[in-house]
């Protein structure tokens, strides 16, 4: 089986690095990205490559290359399904927020409302893979709808989880540790829609990487990595809390504890808490699927993973009113940082978020600068918690063009993601244009204490 058209359903932060790579590596596919968000669509198609709608270092140079030769974007969804060998369902898959399984299950609504499109315009046979990050047994309820819904032709359905970060996603797209492709492995015809997708990867992935399953394996095994992922950092957050009691130093607890080869010294950095799209979406995937199989002990295991998180964040934000001698009402407060990680403008779940509204609850200022994300995102992030007026919002939290603007007549900086070029601020002006005592909060490990310390900072960094 040959594929020379593939189609992308969702141009987001998966879909559209996912296919510009497998254009760039594949001249030979005509890849079609499309979305039924025509502002994101034209962002893509933007003459001026560096105004693509996600941020990812290493991105603007691939989509360069591809773009209008056989990497396109669109908003002809049926045009695009209807052409396609192979079409990759890229969509968002965000927790339930009302109904059974609210806050906790994923709300497949965007999933069906694609494969219904698919079974509508389809006239060959397709192979359909799923990339967004899915419950377990979601293959079933596609292939179910498809087949019930469909003109007759057949389908193969693959689970192709993506393991790419943001803000490292060209790097782990083009790198990938291994690439998981599920199907129905015993079949004739499923085998042979696995070979499909295997010989794409395999034009600059080794062989030896691409992983093949059964669809529940692949499709459990995304939710089992990150849930291992969170668990880490929720891990040694846990003990951030407890080295801020004792006077052990998390940084050195986590260096001392990775150099056992057992354990590895990825993913142990303390910080105010994990956030992103896919940590807490998984974990509650996990608990949720658990809990509907009555392993009541299995779900409590991996729901501690995000409780712990969610008190490392609230933690946080309770020190700096704490030791702003317990109120921070009226006060300026400045928040550098506002996307979940360094490099992305994703701010899907950042801790931010939610630092800022405990301090907005307690009445303060809050200056915000972020060096990608857009002012727009970060009011619709605030709004969307609904914790108080979109208008209340707007008036007490001022977003900013440089952090300077932002630090400038404040009580407190604190720093929630650890963009690289936090380190080299002139602390030394932020430092003199703040009001004394002019406090500095490290919420990810990023600052030297001893300089900071020197310049005259009280200085708090989380774990130590
Ligand atoms: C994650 C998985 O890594 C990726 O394989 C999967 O496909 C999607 O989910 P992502 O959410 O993009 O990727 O970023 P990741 O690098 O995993 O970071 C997640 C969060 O954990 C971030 O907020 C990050 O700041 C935090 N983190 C990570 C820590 O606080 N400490 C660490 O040591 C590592
Ligand atoms: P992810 O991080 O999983 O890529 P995003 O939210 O960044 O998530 O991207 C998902 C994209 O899918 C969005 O741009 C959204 O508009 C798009 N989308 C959702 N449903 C559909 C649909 N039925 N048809 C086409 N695009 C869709």
């Not at 801790?351 to 301090?359: C, E, G």
């Not at 918690?385 to 300077?404: F, G, H, W």
């Amino acid at each position: 089986m040959i594929i020379k058209n593939i189609c992308c359903i969702g141009a987001g932060y998966v879909g559209g690095p996912t296919m510009a790579v497998i254009a760039q590596k594949c001249p030979e596919i005509d890849v079609t990205v499309v979305d039924i968000n025509k502002e994101r669509i034209d962002a893509w198609n933007d003459e001026d490559v560096e105004n693509i709608p996600i941020y990812e270092p290493g991105l603007s140079a691939v989509v360069k290359e591809a773009r209008g030769r056989n990497l396109f974007f669109s908003t002809d969804v049926d045009a695009a399904i209807d052409k396609a060998d192979m079409i990759f369902i890229s969509v968002n898959t965000p927790t339930k927020t009302y109904g059974i399984g609210k806050g906790m299950a994923a709300d497949l609504k965007f999933i069906e409302l694609c494969a219904r499109q698919i079974a509508r315009v389809a006239k060959n046979d397709k192979i359909v893979v799923e990339k967004s990050t899915l419950p377990v047994r979601t293959a079933e309820a596609l292939k179910n709808i498809l087949d019930n819904t469909g003109n007759g032709v057949n389908y193969q359905i693959l689970s192709n989880p993506e393991f790419l970060a943001e803000g490292t996603a060209v790097d782990d797209l083009m790198n990938p540790d291994r690439v998981l492709i599920g199907g129905d492995i015993d079949t004739e015809e499923g085998k042979q829609a696995v070979e499909a997708l295997v010989d794409i990867y395999a034009h600059w992935v080794s062989r030896e990487r691409l992983l093949t399953t059964n669809v529940w394996s692949s499709e459990l095994s995304k939710l089992t990595a990150n849930a291992f992922l969170a668990q880490r950092v929720s891990s040694i957050n846990a003990m951030s809390e407890l080295c801020e009691k004792t006077g052990a130093d998390v940084n050195e607890v986590a260096k001392a504890v990775g150099m056992d080869s057992r354990i590895g010294p990825k993913f142990l950095k303390s910080s105010v808490g994990f956030g992103g799209s896919c940590f807490q979406k998984d974990i509650l995937n996990l608990v949720y699927i658990s809990k509907s199989f009555g392993l009541n002990e299995v779900a409590d295991y991996w729901e501690q993973v995000i409780l712990m998180n969610d008190h490392q964040k609230r933690r946080f934000a309770a020190k700096i009113v704490q030791t702003l001698f317990n109120t921070v009402s009226g006060k300026k407060i400045a928040l550098l940082g506002w996307a979940f990680k360094k490099d992305t403008n994703d701010t899907r779940e950042s801790a931010a978020i939610y630092v800022a509204d405990y301090l907005l609850n307690e009445q303060a200022e809050v200056m915000v600068y972020d060096p990608k994300v857009k002012t727009e995102q970060i009011y619709a992030d605030l709004d969307y918690l609904n914790t108080r007026s979109s208008e209340e919002n707007r008036a007490r939290v001022k977003v900013v063009n440089t952090p300077y603007e932002a630090t400038k007549d404040s009580h407190a900086v604190a720093v929630l993601t650890e963009w690289d070029e936090f380190i080299a601020l002139d602390w030394k002006k932020i430092y003199e244009e703040m009001l004394k005592p002019a406090f500095l909060f490290d919420g990810r490990r990023l600052l030297e204490r001893k300089t900071k310390e020197e310049i005259g900072f009280e200085f708090y960094a989380i774990g130590s």
